[in-house]
């Protein structure tokens, strides 16, 4: 067996069906016979590993997967795009980003019960599954209770307002999720008897007559800028926010001290990239190290593998 198998933590797969049980095969080993040893092995993969779909000549590739997931998964396609108009891919790779993570919680998982138990196991993620669980109510309002989702714009299935509406020169984005909210807000746009008035006094009926009271809400926000509304608005503990170009996104964090460009690696070879969302109190993040180049570290990776080790699980 390679000792890279002997002495990994992680066995990791992103690709075509059964290439790491084939790796496994050859090894001598099922997967499972791999987690004996310790070892979490982990496949990224497009859809699934067994099954009928497993058969199939499909590859991972987000438009694919998303005709069967109902979301042109690049990404979201029967929910995303206005609703009479076509469906909109998303601005990045979400499931793509999402399912990494979802890998990266599953291996921590399977690492915490290594160290608890010495056994190892497989860790599975696929980008359909992934999308599914994204959805979150979109999904369950199908699964619960057969409603199939529809374009909605910027618009949420459930909740009025919570959207981007127009002020006095531009778009800001307006939440308001519980009737105690709605009854700040609307007391601070200066009318404070929508919140008793028999269409707009619950979550529920304000869902169901939103296009009766966004006009409403669209004339008293209009005597303002975005701007104004979003101090007014903050000040009173409502939520809201300015709609962001990335530039914008950046300057906003560095004012809320957020500190979110950090330069990685040293000298000539530092880039500036975008600091991890993580903090941690007693193990930051560590930035010494910039993306390496092609075969960098190749040398010691091989060093590494061929060199005899103590603590080797052979």
């Not at 975005?226 to 170009?245: K, M, V």
């Not at 000298?267 to 180049?293: E, K, N, Q």
Request: charged fraction near 20%; hydrophobic fraction near 40%; aromatic fraction near 6%.
């Amino acid at each position: 067996m390679p000792r890279g198998v002997r002495v990994a933590d992680e066995l990791l797969q992103s690709g075509a069906f059964g290439r790491l049980w084939l790796c496994g095969a050859e090894l001598g080993q099922g997967l499972f016979g791999l987690g004996a040893l310790g070892l979490v092995a982990g496949a990224f993969l497009g859809l699934v590993h067994g099954g009928v779909v497993a058969s199939r000549p499909w590859s991972g590739l987000r438009d694919r997967v998303s005709g069967r997931d109902g979301l042109l998964l690049r990404p979201v396609h029967a929910a995303t795009g206005a609703p009479d108009g076509p469906p909109f891919r998303a601005g990045i790779s979400v499931f793509d980003v999402m399912t990494g993570l979802h890998s990266a919680i599953g291996i921590l998982s399977a690492l915490h019960h290594r160290d608890l138990t010495g056994e190892g196991q497989h860790v599975e993620t696929n980008l359909l599954s992934t999308a599914l669980s994204a959805l979150v109510n979109q999904t369950s309002a199908y699964v619960a209770g057969g409603v199939v989702p529809h374009r909605m714009g910027n618009a949420h299935l459930s909740l009025f307002p919570y959207e981007p509406l127009q002020t006095g020169d531009g778009e800001l984005i307006v939440v308001a999720g519980n009737d105690g909210q709605f009854r700040k807000l609307a007391a601070v746009i200066g009318r404070p008897e929508l919140a008793d008035d028999p269409r707009f006094d619950t979550v529920g009926k304000r869902n169901d007559n939103r296009e009766q009271l966004r006009p409403l809400l669209l004339e008293a926000l209009s005597t303002k800028s975005a701007l104004d509304w979003f101090g007014i608005l903050t000040e009173a503990g409502l939520p809201c926010g300015p709609i962001n170009t990335v530039a914008g996104g950046v300057r906003l964090a560095e004012d809320l001290g957020l500190e979110p460009v950090v330069e990685v690696g040293e000298g000539d070879h530092a880039v500036p990239t975008v600091r991890h969302p993580i903090r941690l109190s007693r193990t930051p993040a560590s930035y010494r190290l910039a993306p390496p180049a092609l075969d960098e570290h190749g040398a010691d990776v091989r060093a590494w593998l061929s060199a005899p080790r103590e603590d080797d699980r052979g």
